[in-house]
């Protein structure tokens, strides 16, 4: 009898603790899941407050949230369909929004123009997004649309927001056949993204680099990104699988291009479509400001991060294959002192970039399908600590 009072009392106790074990699992758990969350959410809500945690306030409050996936996406083996034929903007909106979008996300934008042209006409860019001043999306498919180009998933919380920078200047036929497929390729990757287009408005020669830096400085006025991607406006990826989130930057996201047979022209280069953190970018003072012309400015990139102890990392194969779209511009004119700055780019490392950059904004206009930045930028004083290389500084 008293075997039997011990038995039951043993298995009393069992099932008590058994169900303190599962409780305390259970808390761990959601407190798990509540700093992931926050990690993964949080900075999405304290920037673009009315905007980014209003539209998904739903998912947030009626279910878990479920984070985007980064390794298993769907269809991520497939290739892209590629269509260069020339096209105009109305066509490639039509195509992006639908009819049923298309309407709205054009009102919201003209609206939203308003608001951002009275914040830099009184010196407060930094403000627009702070303040919530675009509070209009439109859904579009299994996204959400925010005036001047930024995308959000609808059905899951973003792992990275992208921040794209394209370098721009008399390419009206690249630019949206280059976003006719740009903006699909990064839905199916389920990424949060937004697009800056950096246009030189003047008639001095190209300064690529220069025009990189102003639109990381630029985007910052509209979010907190995770990372900056500087993408050529003539080249498009191929592969669904070349992932561009924020993961394992610095990175060089091309294997091969057409007209090189599907491989690069060296292994060092490092143009076209590369990537970076804030910290990564501000660790070698951004891009360098001397290369006027055409060459030079993104090995000095390679040779930059190198020298501040980062790795580039690549896709291997077709992954990282890439198509350019055929030129019907004439080229911008080459750098003939490119080599000579290469040389001597580690004296200019810490005084030619972010730090002595100066530019005038002309305009900054919100467009359906992305922030395009008009900028005004002029030769630098020449530093007399610099090797002096011809007249690559004058922009001549």
Same mark, same amino acid.
Request: proline share 5%.
């Given at each position: 009898?008293?075997?039997?009072?011990?038995?039951?009392?043993?298995?009393?106790?069992?099932?008590?603790?058994?169900?303190?074990?599962?409780?305390?699992?259970?808390?761990?758990?959601?407190?798990?899941?509540?700093?992931?969350?926050?990690?993964?959410?949080?900075?999405?809500?304290?920037?673009?407050?009315?905007?980014?945690?209003?539209?998904?306030?739903?998912?947030?409050?009626?279910?878990?949230?479920?984070?985007?996936?980064?390794?298993?996406?769907?269809?991520?083996?497939?290739?892209?369909?590629?269509?260069?034929?020339?096209?105009?903007?109305?066509?490639?909106?039509?195509?992006?929004? &639908?009819?049923?979008?298309?309407?709205?996300?054009?009102?919201?934008?003209?609206?939203?123009?308003?608001?951002?042209?009275?914040?830099?006409?009184?010196?407060?860019?930094?403000?627009?997004?702070?303040?919530?001043?675009?509070?209009? +999306?439109?859904?579009?498919?299994?996204?959400?649309?925010?005036?001047?180009?930024?995308?959000?998933?609808?059905?899951?919380?973003?792992?990275?927001?992208?921040?794209?920078?394209?370098?721009?200047?008399?390419?009206?036929?690249?630019?949206?056949?280059?976003?006719?497929?740009?903006?699909?390729?990064?839905?199916?990757?389920?990424?949060?993204?937004?697009?800056?287009?950096?246009?030189?408005?003047?008639?001095?020669?190209?300064?690529?680099?220069?025009?990189?830096?102003?639109?990381?400085?630029?985007?910052?006025?509209?979010? &907190?990104?995770?990372?900056?991607?500087?993408?050529?406006?003539?080249?498009?990826?191929?592969?669904?699988?070349?992932?561009?989130?924020?993961?394992?930057?610095?990175?060089?996201?091309?294997?091969?291009?057409?007209?090189?047979?599907?491989?690069?022209?060296?292994?060092?280069?490092?143009?076209?479509?590369?990537?970076?953190? &804030?910290?990564?970018?501000?660790?070698?003072?951004?891009?360098?400001?001397?290369?006027?012309? +055409?060459?030079?400015?993104?090995?000095?990139?390679?040779?930059?991060?190198?020298?501040?102890?980062?790795?580039?990392?690549?896709?291997?194969? &077709?992954?990282?294959?890439?198509?350019?779209?055929?030129?019907?511009?004439?080229?911008?004119?080459?750098?003939?002192?490119?080599?000579?700055?290469?040389?001597?780019?580690?004296?200019?490392?810490?005084?030619?970039?972010?730090?002595?950059?100066?530019?005038?904004?002309?305009?900054?206009?919100?467009?359906?399908?992305?922030?395009?930045?008009?900028?005004?930028?002029?030769?630098?004083?020449?530093?007399?600590?610099?090797?002096?290389?011809?007249?690559? +500084?004058?922009?001549?």
């Amino acid at each position: 009898m008293a075997l039997l009072q011990l038995l039951n009392r043993f298995n009393r106790n069992k099932i008590f603790w058994s169900i303190l074990l599962l409780l305390l699992v259970a808390i761990v758990t959601t407190l798990t899941w509540s700093t992931e969350l926050e990690a993964l959410y949080g900075q999405r809500c304290s920037v673009r407050r009315e905007v980014a945690c209003t539209v998904n306030e739903s998912l947030r409050v009626t279910q878990p949230p479920v984070v985007c996936p980064e390794n298993d996406i769907p269809g991520s083996d497939r290739n892209v369909t590629i269509v260069l034929n020339v096209t105009n903007w109305e066509e490639v909106e039509e195509e992006i929004f &639908q009819p049923e979008g298309l309407v709205d996300a054009r009102r919201f934008t003209q609206e939203a123009n308003e608001s951002i042209s009275g914040l830099y006409r009184d010196n407060q860019q930094e403000a627009y997004m702070l303040n919530g001043s675009s509070s209009k +999306w439109v859904r579009v498919g299994n996204y959400w649309y925010l005036p001047g180009g930024h995308w959000i998933p609808a059905d899951c919380v973003p792992r990275w927001k992208v921040a794209f920078i394209i370098p721009f200047r008399n390419r009206s036929v690249h630019l949206p056949i280059f976003l006719r497929h740009l903006i699909p390729f990064m839905k199916a990757q389920f990424l949060e993204f937004g697009i800056f287009v950096v246009e030189q408005a003047n008639s001095l020669k190209f300064n690529k680099a220069t025009l990189m830096n102003i639109g990381y400085l630029e985007a910052r006025n509209f979010t &907190q990104w995770d990372c900056f991607i500087f993408h050529d406006v003539d080249h498009i990826p191929l592969n669904y699988g070349n992932y561009y989130g924020c993961g394992g930057l610095p990175r060089h996201f091309m294997s091969g291009v057409d007209r090189w047979g599907y491989k690069l022209e060296y292994n060092n280069l490092f143009g076209g479509a590369t990537g970076f953190t &804030q910290k990564q970018f501000l660790s070698f003072n951004g891009f360098p400001n001397v290369y006027w012309g +055409w060459g030079g400015e993104d090995d000095d990139i390679f040779e930059r991060t190198r020298s501040v102890g980062l790795f580039r990392t690549r896709p291997r194969g &077709q992954k990282g294959f890439y198509n350019v779209i055929p030129h019907h511009h004439k080229s911008a004119s080459k750098n003939n002192n490119r080599i000579c700055l290469l040389r001597h780019f580690r004296e200019r490392l810490f005084t030619d970039g972010l730090n002595n950059l100066k530019y005038e904004i002309l305009s900054v206009t919100l467009l359906p399908l992305y922030v395009n930045i008009s900028a005004d930028i002029r030769h630098l004083p020449w530093n007399d600590k610099w090797r002096y290389c011809g007249k690559a +500084w004058k922009g001549t």
